[in-house]
């Protein structure tokens, strides 16, 4: 990969200056300890040398979740066909719930789930445990909504803490009702950050569900799952059909839109196409390591990375492919310039930057680059080494990288560098807006979308464009 050309303004000097002011106005022992978690990037560091995957610093304001927001806010919540009990009080489950736009097909309350189902604990569950309630609850939902193909037990903090056993409960309720029932012990005081959630939920679809179904249609040699793409605005739906007009089979989708049982027979796939690695990672290195089957990362976010990913893609493959993927992208390279001859112009000589969770600040960067839009900083809420190493080689020499960044410190940041855009989430939103800097949400998609694909492309570019050029940023000064 060829070098990112320098960014005007833009020197490892400037950015560890930046950095060091930064961190001169914060308490000496919060400085020491967010000090290893900033850094000017260097293309070719291997390992990248900001410090990630740690404990937040008390009283920062981080803007992080929890291992519960991991499993059932990302891995476990988007499976469209089971009831996803979230176990504890109300709060977790009442926050989380429809936040993510991870859209699913079907009839919401009969076939499928997109809703909150809660055991709300009250003072004597705490007292007495919950395990007796849950049983109830599992027992009911059932009853209420009989077209489920399964349930998951998704822990909030207390359940952990009393000393609750819900893989017993799993364990004798799924006899009961002949009916997945799966245990998560995804309590938010586990880990540090989402991602451990990730990993909780990784290993409870090896332990519970992997395996445990085979696909009604007969094995082909083109068969694929699309492993983390959580269909926020529709992302799958734009993804999946460019692998099927080259010719594979998109046998299962983990998880957005995704159903138990086909995510279940995913051990009888070819090949695994991985979008994000930071999720899913764990359960793709197990299929490898038990059945044999590759996997492959790659990125469909602007048309250069979905090119090079389907050249990538057809070289698993044979010349059928190889022909089709190269047929695929004659076809819609006029498309995509018709896009970039409409947006580019706007927005050519731009800069951005970017914070989100683990796998959007590296993933995309070249759809930004495609506008002509450069990234003069990016950081991660959760990711861990190995994504900052991927992280490196995108970004442009002495660009500024920020782990579990905070609020005071990512304020510091866009004051000083001045983007012409931030990407980040909805806590973000606001605080930049009102310093009349344009933003878009690089979460939610601001409520727009798919972003991915040839057609989320076309979304992108116009949200981008209607963000950083909207007349409104004209008028934040008063005239008087
Ligand atoms: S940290 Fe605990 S209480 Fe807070 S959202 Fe996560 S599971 Fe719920």
């Known amino acids: 990969m060829s070098e990112r050309k320098p ?22 022992k919060a400085a020491k300890k967010r000090a290893p978690h900033l850094g000017a990037n260097e293309p070719s560091a291997s390992p990248c040398a900001v410090k990630s995957n740690k404990k937040v610093v008390p009283g920062v304001m981080s803007q992080r979740g929890c291992a519960y927001a991991g499993a059932k806010g990302v891995v476990w919540g988007p499976i469209r066909d089971m009831v996803h009990v979230s176990h504890g009080p109300i709060g977790c489950g009442v926050y989380s719930w429809g936040t993510r736009r991870n859209l699913m097909q079907g009839i919401p309350g009969v076939t499928s789930f997109p809703m909150d189902f809660t055991s709300d604990f009250q003072e004597r569950d705490i007292v007495y445990g919950g395990d007796k309630k849950l049983e109830k609850l599992l027992q009911e939902a059932d009853e209420l909504f009989p077209l489920n193909k ?130 899913m990672n764990y359960m793709c290195k197990v299929m490898e390591e038990k059945w044999n089957i590759p996997w492959l990362e790659y990125n469909f976010f602007g048309p250069t990375k979905i090119e090079e990913s389907l050249r990538a893609i057809a070289e698993r493959f044979d010349d059928t492919i190889k022909a089709n993927v190269e047929k695929v992208i004659a076809k819609y390279k006029p498309v995509m310039q018709t896009v970039l001859d409409e947006y580019k112009p706007r927005l050519e000589g731009k800069t951005a930057m970017l914070f989100v969770g683990g796998l959007r600040p590296r993933h995309t960067i070249g759809a930004y680059e495609d506008l002509g839009i450069q990234i003069t900083g990016a950081g991660y809420e959760f990711a861990h080494q190995d994504d900052y190493d991927r992280t490196a080689p995108e970004m442009a020499r002495g660009t500024l990288i920020y782990d579990d960044v905070s609020e005071f410190e990512l304020e510091k940041f866009v004051e000083e560098l001045k983007p012409d855009l931030v990407g980040s989430g909805i806590k973000e939103k606001y605080v930049f807006q009102k310093a009349g800097i344009p933003f878009r949400q690089m979460h939610s998609w601001d409520y727009s979308g798919p972003y991915h694909g040839y057609e989320g492309f076309k979304v992108f570019a116009r949200d981008v464009d209607m963000a950083i050029n909207s007349p409104t940023w004209k008028l934040v000064k008063s005239p008087f």
């Open 7 to 28: 960014i005007a303004g833009v020197t490892k000097e400037k950015t560890e200056k930046l950095i060091k002011e930064t961190l001169a106005e914060m308490p000496a």
């Open 150 to 279: 399964g349930m998951s037990i998704l822990s909030e903090c207390p359940v952990g803490l009393i000393g609750d056993d819900i893989n017993a409960v799993a364990k004798k309720m799924e006899a009961e009702l002949g009916k997945l029932v799966v245990p998560c012990n995804c309590e938010g005081f586990r880990g540090v950050s989402q991602s451990l959630g990730h990993h909780i939920s990784n290993d409870s679809i090896r332990d519970h569900i992997i395996g445990k179904f085979a696909f009604p249609d007969p094995v082909g040699p083109y068969d694929v799952a699309l492993i983390g793409d959580y269909n926020i605005g529709g992302d799958v739906w734009a993804a999946k059909p460019i692998l099927e007009e080259i010719g594979l089979n998109v046998k299962s989708v983990w998880t957005g839109d995704g159903e138990v049982e086909k995510i279940g027979a995913t051990h009888q796939v070819k090949l695994n196409l991985i979008h994000c690695y930071r999720s």
